[in-house]
């Protein structure tokens, strides 16, 4: 064949190969994702938590109307154990959620050492999450409202890389799960980015659920089980570990109604904690 032909076939397999990744999107960025922008860095620093008995609790989530769309997992990374040290909120605009009942104020910090997950965001989706009707305001017995740094808070809610939230935690180090510690309410950010395997929701279902289950132990509520085979999990229940047969459901008023399991958890093991997440 001359050089001349060898080129001309050269090029039109090149165009075929163009024409196909258009067809099939290969090697194109996927559409939609949201852009990060820069971390909000606030002047909240934590200490170490008193001493004493923490009241461990385990993430999960579910689907809404206030769905938050999470940032992309790529764009994150943390190291094992951050400097505990914290960007924090600003208040929330409007008044909150809740026409009646216990007014308690919560303010919204994330660990400086975490890249990607702006704290803006982080308390939008939180914040979402608890002003949500089928959220803990749903029965009348709570209003809740975010504050910032600096303004009394009833509780706060730290999104803490797996190291610290040991250190916040103050309960056996596991690395994995998230917990409720006095007025600490600990978010691990592994689990704010991966959720768990086979959850069987998406990762705006965990996040709704990992914030309801954590808040409602700060509320004083307990671990509860999975009501039967197929139907929705209690918040309450433990849904990191395993759903038992349920499926996966972020509100403790889904439909209006406070929705419950009996009372009690499941003996699960734990997986291996979690490591530091490299920027990618």
Known sequence: MSTKATRRGQAASAALVLVVALLTGCGLPAAGQPATGPPTTGPERVGQPPAGRATTGRPAGAAGSTDVTPSPAAAISYPATGGNRWSTAPAE???????????????????????????????????????????????????????????????TIYLATPGTRDELCQDVPDGYTSCRNGQRVVLNVARWVEAVPGYGAGLATYRQYMVNHEVGHRLGLGHERCPGRGRPAPVMQQQTLGLHGCVANAWPYPDGVRYRGPIGAYHDEIPPREGARPAR
């Open 93 to 155: 605009t409007a008044s909150g959620h809740g026409d009646s009942g216990r007014l308690l104020r919560y303010r919204v910090s994330v660990e400086r050492d975490i890249r990607g997950l702006p704290v803006a965001d982080v308390a939008a989706a939180i914040s979402a999450t608890l002003n949500d009707p089928r959220g803990w305001t749903g029965g009348g017995t709570w209003r809740l409202r975010r504050v910032g740094a600096g303004t009394p808070a009833d509780f």
